[in-house]
Every structure is written in C-alpha cells, then in structure tokens.
C-alpha cells in the first residue's frame, strides 16, 4: 500500500447528508469502537508518501481544518509580535515564578458527513485469511444483494467458495511469494521468470480466477523506470494468454505513479495491447484518516486542474481523464485494495477509526459508481499481520446491511 489527495469547501457538520445522496439515511454504527493502542505500523509501502504528504498539507490541511469546524473567534484578540508597549514607569522588579510552558493542542479533523452512492455499491472484499468472507457473500447474496469484486492473497479457496454462490463476483487472484521485480536488464526475459513461477501455482485455480496481479507495489521510480515496467507486462501478457490466463496490471501502490509517469506509461501502447487480450489495471488507494482528505488536489506537472479528482483516492481518475478517454484505451479498473491507512499519515483523529471506517467507504464508493470502467473495490482486509487497524471482521454485519440497502438503486 501507499497514498496521496484534497480540499474540501465550506462548513460540514456529522451526520448532514451532502448532493447526490440517497435520501437520508440514517449512520450505521459498529459496536466494536474501541480506541486503539499507540500507532505501531510497520507496513513496506507507506514510508516515502510522509514527506510528499508533509507538503500537501501545508498547502491544503489548512482549509481542511478549517472546513471541519476548526475556527478562531472574530473578537478573540491579536497581538503582533512588533508592536512596541506604551511607556510607563516600571516598577522594581518582583521575583514571579514562571509557570511551566503549556503544550499547544493539534487541531484535530472532526468527522464528516455521511454520502452515499446513486446506485448499487462496487465495494468488495480483500483476504488474507478468509474467516467469515464466503458466510459474508452468501448471506448478502441471498438477500438479494451482490458482491462486485473479491481478491485473495494465497489462500484461493474463498475465490471458490465466492463463485459457486455468486457467480458473477469478478475474482482476482495474488499468489504472494513473487511480488517484486528488479528494474533492469531484458523486461521480457524478467517476465519469463517471473510468470514461469506464477502460472505453476495459478493451475489449480484457474477455473475460479477470473485475474491475476503479478507484482505487488513495485515503484520503479522514474518515467523510464515505469517504461521498462511496462514492457515486462506487455511480455507477461503474452506469457499469460498463451496458458489461457488474465492479468490484473500494475498494482501500484497508493500515490503512484506521477502525472508524467503516466504519460511516459501509456506511449508504450500496453492500454491498447491489454484491451486486446481482456486485460485490466489494478491500483491501491488509500488516505487517512479519511478517504476524502485530499479530495480536489492536482498532480506536479497536470496541466489542466480538474477539482473533481484525488490525490489519493480518485488518483485513478487522473490517467482515465487525461488519457485512456481521450485515447479511446480504456480498460477496466479494479481497486484490488483500498482502505484507511495510518501509515499515510501521522496524525490520528480524536475517535476510533472504526467509527468512521464505512463512512468514508462510503463517500468513496459514491465517486467509484460515478465511473462505469470501475469495476468495484476491494476493502483491506480480512485476516493479516496489521489486523488493529485494517481487520473489519467485526463491521462485516454493518457493511452487509449497507450493501443491502443499495442494492435497487
């Protein structure tokens, strides 16, 4: 994982539904709102995103803040630092005890409002340990309700389980003990190792896996880096096709790759050539501790700002806009994780993240609905080693009920 988004207009206050809601529903609460423990985070992905996100806050967390209900009373006074003091005699010096200095309180982001998608939820689920996963898809499919999208990493019998209930669920697959590659030397005969290794484990469930992710996060770090990148998937495809199999491309990390990344990316022609072959892209996105924080913020070097994008989640939305659309590439998109992290960001909210965990999935699965290539998201996760702050096994009732209640729109 890793991240990046921003501002947001005018006073919100909790609860208050905001436009393009659906009517006004009420907030679905978890009874496992426990505060946790001091952040310990010990997550690969995250680390580099502190320093680009340090910046992006000093240019947007104001207004944030600002937009959250952090306020300064108009009649509080103000001080300058250079006025100078009317003189008056002064009297001899008294020995007054200084008191101790007081620590300056961090503004802390309040919460948000509840908004909802116009139309059936694309959140889906991430596993690592299936536990209560494939009861969870066969009690919201009975109902009547569906599962857009499920991944799991290594343990593929859930993708089983999923299909014989809910058929049309699009699986994605990732076999964990290849994730990284190094950028350098021939891509193809990189992808030939690389692939050679995968598609061993891949056959026992090929039947069951509609995609399969090959890397995990790799961020080569430059536009050639990203080029030669491209070209190792461009090989795997083949690779792929020729036993029959899909690929999930990519899965970058949250916060990458750059505008001009992007644009160095798509010259290569691998949206064209995954079109052909039934591909599709996979991407992370995560912020903290909302989805929404860095909502409306550009990317270095876009030319043309558009507010109706993301830095973090949304961030998709800058290669679909500036270039598959107006290529005529586009391909399918699935966010093969998604979430709130703690290592984005250092600060943490004055509540328990799980009081506002579907909250702001759901704010983020309204701007997913808005986009017809999506198909569906894939919240982090069930089962792991990070489970105090990314485990939802607890909120799985509260998510069915939401899934429910959108599930006619």
């Known amino acids: 994982m890793k991240r990046r988004e921003l501002a ?43 320093g680009l996100l340090g910046a992006t806050a000093a240019l947007l967390g104001g207004n944030f803040l600002a937009a959250c209900g952090n306020t300064v009373r108009e ?71 569906r599962i857009r999208l499920m991944k799991a990493v290594g343990n593929f019998g859930i993708l089983r389980e999923v299909k014989s209930v809910s058929p049309q669920t699009v699986t994605i697959g990732r076999w964990p003990y290849v994730e990284a590659v190094d950028i350098g030397g021939d891509p193809a ?42 070209r190792f998937y461009w090989a795997a495809m083949e690779l792929a096709e020729a036993q029959g199999y899909r690929l999930a491309l990519f899965s970058y990390s949250t916060g990458v790759p750059e505008w001009t990344d992007w644009a160095a990316i798509v010259e290569t022609g691998i949206f064209a050539r995954a079109a052909q072959g039934g591909h599709i892209l996979a991407l992370h996105e995560y ?28 961030r998709y939305r800058h290669l679909y806009r500036d270039f598959l659309i107006p290529r005529g590439e586009v391909i399918p998109l699935a966010i093969t994780e998604c979430g709130l992290d703690p290592g984005v ?29 999506v198909i569906g998201a894939a919240i982090f996760t069930l089962g792991g080693t990070d489970s105090r702050y990314f485990d939802y096994e607890n909120m799985l009732p509260d998510l069915r009920e939401y899934l429910l209640r959108l599930k006619d729109l």
């Open 189 to 230: 005969q990189a992808a030939e190792r690389v692939l050679g290794q995968h598609m061993e484990a891949w056959q026992y469930e090929r039947d069951v896996v509609d995609y399969w992710e090959v890397l995990n996060e790799v961020d080569p770090g430059s536009p050639e880096g990203h080029v030669w990148l491209a």
């Open 75 to 145: 009649d509080a006074a103000v001080t300058s630092p250079m006025a100078s003091p009317t003189a008056a005699p002064s009297p001899a010096p008294t020995s007054t005890p200084t008191p101790p200095p007081t620590a300056t309180p961090r503004p802390t982001p309040t919460e948000l409002p509840w908004v909802y998608p116009n139309g059936p939820s694309k959140l889906g689920l991430h596993t690592v340990s299936p536990n209560g996963a494939f009861p969870f898809v066969r009690s919201v499919t009975e109902a009547g309700g």
């Open 8 to 50: 947001h207009a005018g006073p919100i206050l909790d609860g208050e539904a905001t436009s393009g809601t659906v009517g006004r529903m009420e907030p679905i609460t978890s009874d496992t709102e426990a505060r946790p423990a001091e952040l310990q985070i010990r997550l690969k992905r995250r680390t580099f995103l502190k």
């Open 345 to 373: 960001g250092e600060q943490e909210p004055d509540f328990p993240w799980q009081r506002h965990w579907l909250k702001e999935l759901a704010w983020y699965d309204s701007k997913l609905v808005e986009d017809d290539y």
């Open 287 to 314: 912020d903290w501790p909302f989805l929404r924080l860095h909502w409306g913020g550009s990317l270095p070097g876009q030319p043309i700002y558009d507010p109706d994008r993301g830095v973090l989640a949304g």
